[in-house]
């Protein structure tokens, strides 16, 4: 089975509700789609959304990057060789971690079909089902507080509080959320880099003294403050989870070292797909570090790559794959299930995706 074309799509889907953070916000999943096709007439797919904030991929490097330097390297070649075949997306081009990703995304989505198999077991993991946390975007924290009722009123057991624009404000809005839904429900606080590292501590402190029982935090201050993410991690109690500083193996390997932080988020679109996810896991498994699988604001599709990765490493303990969720509609036929909080994966090969509607692919 061998690769004869790469095709570039788009797709939007609105969400249910404006999703903010201390970085941005966003009415639409708006990502770029891509296929890849074969000799055989199976065809792979994988996605990648514009993170200029976070990533600094935009639609036109995605695009541009993965149309004359990732196709060129990768035509002809056969799914079977898997590793040669990453090993020349990676070295093609430097950065451009979205694009990659997409790529890495299709390219293991036809290993599985050629193999007949579900990703997930190609990568040496049992089925198992999991539950994702529910994401509450930054507001005042009386509607905070509002949407926290709401989501556990679904069935969601933890919830993810965006803090991170002013942490006198936060602390009110992660003490109204806790107040909203009682000591039963996890509490996860992701600031999106929106603090100092005094600050940050002088927030986790007060939370600390105040009862509110905060699982961790994600990535409290700016992504390259490395010495900054370690003071944190070493003045408070509460798990710090580094998410913006980790993108590539060798972040993970200086964070690891360092013990800057105390758990890993993965994301697809840092890592480069699911190839460098697995290295990141490796690591982290000889580390005794737990991680985090997440996302950035991504269709089903590569949520459902990073579903099937979830099950094949235990080192993932933590689970934020909520974006289908969010979204008003949902157009990937096949991939990941949801039942409330609840995400199942079928045994169809690859990653069980059988269509995906209303792209607009390039002529």
């Not at 896991?281 to 570090?289: K, L």
Request: charged share 25%.
């Amino acid at each position: 089975m061998k690769i004869t074309e790469i095709r570039l799509g788009t797709l939007s889907i609105p969400l249910k509700k404006p999703f903010k953070t201390a970085l941005r916000t966003t009415d639409t999943v708006s990502t770029n789609i891509v296929e890849i096709r074969t000799d055989e007439g199976v065809c792979g797919y994988g996605e990648a959304p514009p993170t200029a904030a976070i990533t600094g991929d935009t639609d036109g490097s995605i695009r541009c990057s993965i149309s004359t330097r990732m196709a060129p390297v990768l035509a002809g070649r056969d799914v079977s060789e898997l590793c040669d075949a990453l090993l020349a997306l990676d070295r093609c081009v430097v950065g451009n971690s979205s694009g990659k990703a997409a790529v890495d995304i299709a390219l293991h989505d036809l290993w599985g079909k050629l193999h007949g198999a579900p990703l997930y077991k190609l990568l040496g993991g049992a089925y198992r089902e999991f539950a994702t946390d529910y994401t509450i975007s930054l507001n005042a924290p009386d509607e905070m507080a509002r949407d926290s009722i709401e989501a556990v009123k679904e069935g969601y057991e933890a919830l993810k509080i965006k803090v991170g624009n002013d942490f006198r404000l936060d602390m009110e809005r992660v003490k109204a959320v806790r107040d909203a839904v009682g000591v039963d429900v996890l509490l996860r606080i992701d600031a999106n880099q929106g603090w100092k590292p005094k600050e940050a501590i002088r927030v986790i402190r007060f939370m600390e003294d105040d009862g509110l029982d905060i699982e961790l935090v994600e990535q409290p201050v700016v992504y390259h403050d490395i010495e900054g993410l370690k003071r944190v991690t070493d003045s408070v109690d509460t798990d710090i989870l580094a998410d913006e500083s980790v993108y590539s193996p060798r972040d993970a390997m200086k964070l690891l070292s360092l013990r800057a932080a105390d758990m890993i988020n993965i994301k697809l679109m840092k890592s480069g797909g699911i190839g460098g996810a697995l290295k990141i896991c490796a690591m982290a498994e000889a580390a005794g570090v737990e991680c985090m699988i997440g996302a950035m604001m991504e269709s089903k599709v590569s949520v459902t790559a990073a579903a099937h990765l979830a099950m094949a490493r235990r080192c993932i303990t933590k689970y934020d794959l909520d974006p289908p969720i969010l979204c008003a509609s949902d157009p990937v036929k096949g991939g990941a299930q949801y039942k409330g909080a609840v995400l199942t994966l079928s045994d169809a090969p690859g990653l069980g995706i059988d269509s995906i509607e209303g792209v607009k692919w390039d002529s």
